[in-house]
């Protein structure tokens, strides 16, 4: 469950003021609104990236408004995926696995299980510099669901792919919910795309948030 | 068959005076470019003929300059290895905090780069006079013995390596740190597991050039440290000695010495640079 009670967060001169909503366990939302409209500052401040200046956020019924990013359980996939250039694919997947201290084979099984899932067994000693926009989106989704966070969030995650790799990325993202069980926040420009993933749409407009259900979902 | 109108005429001619100026521009700034250039590469060939393999060998046979160039590597490691230490938070703070007073801290980084050799050596030396500073020369000797050759070689070779790191870290996206930091990082964690990592070519650029930077230094160590054989004395310092005893061609050998680990250390950073651009890991 994601909630945001009303939230109030900026950059410099620019604020969101009194935003409120809530997405219950499992939905899929998806975040729109005009460039510059403060999405991704939002995004940012329900990561713990960016700190309230007023307002509480909740995810899974805990109160997350003061705890820093690594403690609020949250996969962040940004745009462009920032892959960290010095690992491999499979170094991704295990990186935040690696932090938790989970055991070697623990952590052997759960790689094994998203590069299946994600198409990434050929990829997993390769480095991030020969990779494609698509497969660059899919370690980086694999590296926030990798250790099991209750909500994902992601910024734009296909804006900059072509139409195949747009339309492998939606089919994966399409599995997440049920293959997880993660309560999604999804930003993006682009309709069609809303209106195939998600079952809660929010609408970022004058600084503040519209909530409809698509036809498709109710 | 129809003659070409008066607007065709014209056409042609413009695109001829267009084609003219470009070829004029470019031939202006290849011959300033060039002669630049040949002006570098006419000194070294002038030492290298000026010098033959028998002077570089008797220098090389020399004790006193057997110990600069102990003297040099070492001073020099240890500055490169001192500037890092100090460089990499210096620029990862500048580069990721905003804080009062940013911009007067971001003018005195430079203050080394700026200020004349002498005024820096001089400074130094002024500095271990005051009571603070002579309370450090009561533990460890410093002006005029080995230590202040390190400290006057740091002054300006941290402040280059702050410039290069500062601008490797401007190139790497706070979004991955923050990335890190919602995998579970700590912000410790995420610069030393995810920053550092992807800066590695920059820290060796800036190690490389604070190590080069250190080896030139003349100016602040001759005033700090003065050109004493077999205590203070660095290659920088031999050539400006054998200089002033008349010998030049000991001095034009050890100058092509310098010249070598120069171009060495351009290589180094040029291979780095080149598997930058390639995108391999080192």
């Given at each position: 469950m994601i909630s945001l009670e009303r939230v109030t967060v900026g950059v410099g001169g620019f604020e969101l003021r009194e935003i409120s909503f809530s997405l219950r366990s499992g939905a899929y939302g998806v975040l729109m609104g005009r460039t510059g409209s403060g999405k991704t500052t939002l995004l940012e401040a329900i990561c713990g990236l960016r700190s309230v200046r007023a307002g509480r956020i909740r995810l899974q019924s805990q109160d997350v408004t003061d705890l820093p990013p690594a403690a609020r359980g949250i996969g962040f996939v940004p745009q462009e995926g920032?892959?960290?250039?010095?690992?491999?694919v499979r170094q991704h997947l295990e990186f935040a696995l690696v932090i938790r201290k989970w055991e070697r084979e623990r952590i052997r099984v759960r790689v094994g299980e998203l590069a299946e899932w994600l198409g990434l067994e050929a990829l997993?000693?390769?480095?991030?510099?020969?990779?494609?926009g698509g497969e660059t989106q899919r370690v980086a989704l694999g590296r926030a669901l990798s250790f099991q966070p209750g909500v994902l969030c992601l910024d734009e995650p296909l804006s900059a792919l072509d139409d195949d790799s747009r339309a492998g990325i939606c089919a994966v993202l399409e599995g997440v919910r049920t293959r997880t069980g993660v309560t999604v926040l999804h930003i993006t420009h682009n309709l069609a795309e809303a209106e195939r993933l998600a079952d809660t749409l929010l609408r970022l407009h004058h600084g503040s948030i519209d909530i409809q259900i698509p036809s498709a979902s109710r | 068959m129809t003659s070409p109108s008066p607007a065709h005429d014209e056409r042609g001619n413009d695109a001829r005076r267009l084609r003219h100026s470009d070829r004029t521009f470019l031939i202006c700034f290849s011959v300033l470019a060039g002669s630049y250039l040949l002006l570098l590469v006419s000194t070294l060939v002038a030492d290298l003929f000026y010098t033959s393999p028998g002077h570089l060998w008797h220098a090389l046979q020399s004790a006193e300059i057997r110990y600069a160039i102990r003297l040099s590597l070492l001073s020099c490691t240890l500055t490169a290895l001192l500037s890092l230490w100090v460089a990499v938070p210096i620029a990862y703070l500048m580069a990721r905090l905003k804080f009062p007073g940013k911009g007067l801290a971001d003018a005195l980084l430079d203050i080394p780069i700026v200020l004349p050799p002498l005024v820096i050596g001089l400074s130094l030396l002024i500095l271990f006079q005051t009571p603070p500073g002579r309370a450090v020369e009561r533990w460890i000797p410093v002006t005029y013995a080995v230590p202040s050759v390190i400290l006057a070689q740091f002054m300006v070779a941290c402040a280059f390596a702050v410039r290069t790191l500062r601008a490797t870290f401007d190139q790497i996206s706070p979004r991955h740190e923050q990335v890190a930091l919602t995998l579970g990082c700590s912000r410790s964690q995420a610069f030393w597991m995810v920053v550092l990592p992807e800066a590695r070519r920059g820290v060796l650029t800036a190690g490389t050039l604070a190590w080069a930077r250190a080896l030139g230094e003349f100016g602040p160590i001759l005033v700090f440290?003065?050109?004493?054989?077999?205590?203070?004395?660095?290659l920088s310092t031999t050539v400006f000695l054998e200089l002033s005893v008349g010998n030049l061609e000991a001095a034009v050998a050890v100058s092509l010495l310098m010249v070598a680990a120069a171009v060495a250390v351009l290589l180094l950073i040029r291979t780095q640079g080149l598997d930058s651009a390639l995108g391999r890991p080192l």
């Open positions: 920032a892959l960290f250039s010095h690992l491999t997993l000693d390769r480095m991030p510099q020969g990779l494609s | 440290s003065g050109a004493t054989r077999f205590k203070t004395e660095v």
